[in-house]
T-cell receptor
Framework: ETGVTQTPRHLVMGMTNKKSLKCEQH?????MYWYKQSAKKPLELMFV???????ENNSVPSRFSPECPNSSHLFLHLHTLQPEDSALYLC?????????????FGPGTRLTVT | KQEVTQIPAALSVPEGENLVLNCSFT??????LQWFRQDPGKGLTSLLL?????REQTSGRLNASLDKSSGRSTLYIAASQPGDSATYLC?????????????FGKGTRLSVIA
């Protein structure tokens, strides 16, 4: 495996379900990110982790809960989501979260909330 | 607050044509600018990254320019092919946006007709 991988690639869940998205990077990077991409809107940064510590929470509702157990893995735990949370969720990594470092993106998880 | 605008939102051209995609940003204080490609429902693939001190970058049939003082970048695609059909995203790495590492435009959806 190389680069940034995400599982699952597609997920359909009901509003009362609990599910988790997983991201793994094989690049030796120290920073990882979650982005949300909704139709006709720019990518929105959700969370930033640097050396396993959360450095940014971009006013994300608490029904989204990130977890970063180590620099290679990032999770997004989902519970009691709303239909408007349906989107493509992208994970990215970079050498460091300081400005100026290039980010590498995973293929995304297409989430549908019914 | 940094904002990124991409024009046009969509573009359709015949195969073989040379084309230019435009990106503008409101704050010239940036570390770098990146162009990405996104195929439908997929993640982002980095095409070119231009550091703030650079004027242009080239990769194969792609050439990206940066005029930081005027807040503009262009992505030039030579001899377009149907396989170039995708959404092209521009993103800047701002100096004055706290921990926000990248600010994205909404993208230009390109269709190259055979």
């Amino acid at each position: 495996e190389t680069g940034v991988t995400q599982t699952p690639r597609h997920l359909v869940m009901g509003m009362t379900n609990k599910k988790s998205l997983k991201c793994e990077q094989h690049l030796g990077h120290n920073a990882m990110y979650w982005y949300k991409q909704s139709a006709k809107k720019p990518l929105e940064l959700m969370f930033v982790y640097n050396f396993k510590e959360q450095t940014e929470n971009n006013s994300v509702p608490s029904r989204f809960s990130p977890e970063c157990p180590n620099s290679s893995h990032l999770f997004l735990h989902l519970h009691t989501l709303q239909p408007e949370d349906s989107a493509l969720y992208l994970c990215a990594s970079s050498q460091d979260s300081a400005p100026g470092y290039e980010q590498y993106f995973g293929p995304g998880t297409r989430l549908t909330v019914t | 607050k940094q904002e990124v605008t991409q024009i046009p939102a969509a573009l359709s051209v015949p195969e073989g044509e040379n084309l230019v995609l435009n990106c503008s940003f409101t704050d010239s204080a940036i570390y770098n600018l990146q162009w990405f490609r996104q195929d439908p429902g997929k993640g982002l693939t980095s095409l070119l990254l231009i550091q703030s001190s650079q004027r242009e970058q080239t990769s194969g049939r792609l050439n990206a320019s940066l005029d930081k003082s005027s807040g503009r970048s262009t992505l030039y695609i030579a001899a377009s092919q149907p396989g170039d059909s995708a959404t092209y995203l521009c993103a800047v790495n701002p100096m004055n946006s706290g921990n926000t590492p990248l600010v994205f435009g909404k993208g230009t959806r390109l269709s190259v007709i055979a």
